[in-house]
């Protein structure tokens, strides 16, 4: 069966420090992938997509994704991470011809001041 | 603001219960997805509509559970003898069919079965 696992459960950061968060899928066909992040109180938001070309694929508030199709992987990146990106992560998965997403179980960020 | 809209956001209902939320999809979307999100998981999907459609149904979705969308715009979901394990979040979320097609949440709606 087709799934997505996110390896890292909760992420502790300092302001400035750097991001990676682990992603990978199990499926051998063509993907759609995404992020979506969920901020305190708020509702899931796209964060960034992958349908094909350039596998580094840049989103909003400073995050960047790269495609790594040998390695099944779309990890997600920021260079220095705020306050504000305190949030929820969720890895996505679009397969074949079926327009369900199928998701990972989520990094909760936390960014310390 | 002309996101998905969901209602109610809260519900609370007694087990043996029967409850129906409501989805309402970006103006023109086609597509209208239903998941459920539990506490330290991430959406599971449940069923999904193109138009009218019921394109696809999870093995999640018991007989106690039914969704329509009977004019292609919102859709309700609805729990019949909601049982303690059915409390979670119950997203939707709406897309337009394309090349690149992405799909847009909702707030959800929590459910409490007591």
């Known amino acids: 069966a087709q799934s997505v696992s996110q390896h890292n ?23 759609n ?8 109180g ?15 694929v840049k989103g909003i508030k400073g995050f960047e994704a790269e495609f790594i199709k040998s390695k099944f992987s779309f ?12 949030a929820e992560y969720f890895c996505a998965v679009k397969t074949g011809n079926t327009g369900k997403l199928i998701f990972g179980q989520g990094t909760t960020l936390q960014v310390k001041p | 603001d002309t996101g998905v809209s969901q209602d109610p956001r809260h519900k609370i209902t ?13 103006s023109e979307h086609n597509r209208l997805y239903w998941y459920r999100q539990t506490l330290g998981q991430g959406p599971e999907f449940l069923t999904y509509f193109q138009n009218e459609a019921q394109l696809e149904k999870s093995r999640l ?4 559970f039914s969704a329509e969308r009977p004019k292609g715009s919102f859709s309700t979901l609805e729990i019949q003898h909601t049982e303690q394990g059915d ?4 997203l939707c979320a709406s897309s337009l069919l ?11 709606t929590r459910l409490l079965v007591l």
């Not at chain 1, 459960?9 to 993907?31: D, K, P, R, W």
């Not at chain 1, 990890?75 to 305190?86: C, E, G, H, I």
């Open chain 1, 9 to 31: 459960h909760h992420v502790i950061l300092s302001e400035a420090a750097s991001l990676e968060l682990g992603c990978n899928y199990s499926y051998g066909g063509t993907v």
């Open chain 2, 87 to 90: 409390s979670a979040m119950y």
């Open chain 2, 98 to 108: 394309a090349s690149q097609e992405t799909q847009y949440f909702g707030p959800g």
């Open chain 2, 14 to 26: 007694k087990r043996g219960q029967n409850v129906t939320f409501r989805c309402d999809p970006i």
């Open chain 1, 42 to 56: 708020q509702h899931l938001q796209l964060l960034l997509k992958y349908f094909s070309g350039d596998p580094l």
């Open chain 1, 75 to 86: 990890n997600l990146r920021k260079p220095s991470v705020q306050w504000s990106d305190t």
């Open chain 2, 61 to 64: 979705l018991s007989d106690r």
């Open chain 1, 33 to 40: 992938l995404f992020w979506y992040v969920q901020y305190p």
